[in-house]
């Protein structure tokens, strides 16, 4: 079957990480304007909580399209990974011998792993709200502020931050060439779309928590 054999080619698995991630992509940027509704005000942000709650069954063929999404990218990271290694069990020398090398590339593995736990973590803590006591069912900026008021949160939260930066700036650079929509190129930093895209949603999600902690929002 074709699509087997599509999936179990490096080529194949390489084009199913970029499709998710594009698909990652839209959700954060989505996710982070969404967010930013806590600067307008409590009204504002329970509003957009509600909103998103009388989607009903779209909003969870929207989280099931994610889930699956997010299944494919680990799954298909996971193998690339442990296929790179079979074939390349001696790691490079010399940084002058990576291709195309940046932070962002050279974490990617350990970065998608944190960004893993952390929407675990994130899901629990403001979706479920099982990880802390005292949040309210419909109050969501009060969950926010409350959220945000811990300090640790706050920290593990911009440390995520920091790591998804890394990787939107990765995948929003690699994810066309694998597509075809951009021609190869070994130089990063020549191209100015992806560092826009992934400082935009880093400065967008990041403000939250620092403006809950300098008491701008509360």
């Not at 949603?201 to 008491?215: E, K, T």
Request: hydrophobic share 55%; glycine share 10%; net charge positive.
């Amino acid at each position: 079957m074709w699509v087997v054999n599509f999936w179990k080619s490096q080529i194949g698995k390489k084009i199913v990480m970029a499709m998710t991630g594009l698909i990652g992509v839209g959700f954060v940027i989505g996710h982070m304007l969404g967010n930013l509704q806590m600067f307008k005000g409590p009204v504002a942000m329970n509003e957009y909580a509600e909103l998103l709650k009388s989607l009903g069954g779209v909003l969870w063929i929207v989280r099931g399209v994610l889930v699956a999404a997010l299944i494919l990218h680990v799954v298909a990271a996971a193998q690339l990974t442990a296929q790179k290694r079979a074939a390349r069990p001696v790691p490079y020398a010399h940084a002058a011998d990576w291709q195309a090398s940046t932070l962002a590339s050279r974490s990617i593995r350990w970065g998608g792993v944190l960004l893993l736990a952390f929407i675990v973590l994130h899901i629990m803590h403001f979706t479920t709200r099982s990880l802390f006591a005292g949040y309210s069912p419909t109050d969501v900026y009060g969950n926010v502020i409350l959220g945000f008021r811990k300090w640790y949160v706050s920290v593990g939260y911009l440390v995520a931050m920091a790591a998804l930066f890394l990787h939107l700036y990765h995948g929003a650079w690699s994810s066309p060439r694998t597509l075809g929509v951009m021609p190869p190129s070994r130089r990063p930093l020549s191209r100015k779309v992806a560092p826009v895209i992934a400082l935009v949603v880093y400065l967008g999600f990041s403000a939250i928590p620092i403006a809950v902690l300098l008491g701008i929002l509360k």
